[in-house]
């Protein structure tokens, strides 16, 4: 239909979530425990009351980076009518939240969650308040956000001596090794 998705449980079967351990350290948040989450949009998916051929109001585009430097969405960019397979990345650490905004119809009529996501993350979703700024001028309760937790990462400390005697002196070598590894549920 052509009905607007304005609320957090009309827009979650609409939506199709990957999350993507990044384990090097070579990434916008330098931490070797970081996931990429994608969110796309899918009007096709089963339970998605919105129309394909129909666009989506808008969104707010977070800049590249890590996301914990982008607690809302001041510094977000407005796309609009965003059509089916819309996607949308970001970048953050394990134990963080990342955040996206979505917004169809005049209002963000309910809450959703939390839904669980691959690898052990976790979406809610509620009216935008107050204390997360949009980068449109909607007023507060009108856009939906999507609120991702990310899973906790685990980290191992390994430490080997190793000692070497000969007849005349005695040298002692020490190794550690520390693994942080994403914890899969």
Partial sequence: GNDPIDGCTLQDPCLSWTVTPVTNNQNACDDDCAYTVCLTLDLTAPGCTK?????????CKQPDGCASLFPGFGDATEVGNIPNG???CQLGRGGETLKFLLKDGNE????????????GASASCEPRPGTIPSCTNNAIGKECVWIVTLPQCTSTTTTTTTTTTTSSETTTTTTT?????????
């Avoid at 129309?51 to 969104?59: A, F, G, Q």
């Fill in 51 to 59: 129309d394909p051929m129909d666009t989506v109001s808008h969104t």
């Fill in 86 to 88: 819309y996607e949308q």
């Fill in 108 to 119: 963000c009529t309910d809450s959703a969650g939390p839904i669980p996501l691959p690898d």
């Fill in 177 to 185: 090794t520390t693994t942080s590894s994403e914890t899969t549920t």
